[in-house]
């Protein structure tokens, strides 16, 4: 199946920056999700944003998406040590179910 | 409701064993799924369920793998005959079937095959 693909594979920052993750998809959607994962552990999700949007915030979360260059992009502001694991973003494929990972970001915030 | 529940949460067999893991969903939600997920890597879809209804499956799914969901309730995924390629990590997960379509994950079982 299609995935989508997070851009960098890594990110590794200092406590108090902010954290950038992008992530670009391959066909038309529905909506794109994002999710986070600790270590060893299952996911959770954190946004949703539907195609006919283009912006999303949610706490410290914002969410941004070009269907026109099919990307998306999660901004994590003030980060926290705690703030440390992997995202996911997730694609629902228009007419289509279930839901499509892309390869995730590592991010470490460095106290 | 203490969200979705996966038993058992690591499991180590054999090689050409069987094994079988159980997801209990939240109580209300009609959707459930199964998905594989090896280090470094996202999840990959393996099949889900719309009530007791398997409504698709993922060609990774081998023969050799079935998944069941009686009654609409908790769901087992049965791996027969094992091999080496098959350790990962199986989440499940549950959503509404009218909902938003975000996904409620169980914290996973972490199958090693030896």
């Known amino acids: 199946s299609q995935q989508g693909e997070e851009d960098p594979q890594a990110l590794s920052i200092q406590e108090g920056e902010n954290a950038t993750m992008n992530c670009s998809y391959k066909t038309s959607i529905n909506n794109l999700q994002w999710y986070r994962q600790n270590s060893g552990r299952g996911l959770v999700h954190l946004i949703l944003?539907?195609?006919?949007?283009r912006e999303k915030h949610s706490g410290r979360l914002r969410v941004t998406l070009d269907t026109s260059k099919k990307s998306s992009s999660l901004l994590i502001t003030a980060s926290r040590a705690a703030d440390t694991a992997s995202y996911f973003c997730a694609t629902v494929e228009t007419g289509n179910t279930p839901l499509v990972f892309g390869k995730g970001t590592r991010l470490s915030v460095i106290a | 409701d203490t969200g979705v529940s996966q038993n058992p949460r690591h499991k180590i067999t054999k090689r050409g064993q069987n094994v079988t893991f159980r997801c209990d969903p939240i109580?209300?939600?009609?959707?459930l799924y199964w998905y594989r997920q090896t280090l470094g890597q996202g999840p990959e879809f393996l099949t889900y369920f719309q009530n007791e209804a398997q409504l698709e499956k993922s060609r990774l799914l081998s023969d050799r793998f079935s998944a069941e969901r009686p009654k609409g309730s908790f769901s087992t995924l049965e791996i027969q005959r094992t091999e080496q390629g098959d350790s990962a990590m199986y989440l499940c997960a549950s959503s509404l079937l009218w909902g938003d379509e975000k996904l409620f994950f169980g914290s996973g079982t972490q199958l090693s095959v030896l």
């Open positions: 944003i539907r195609s006919n949007e």
């Open positions: 109580s209300e939600h009609n959707r």
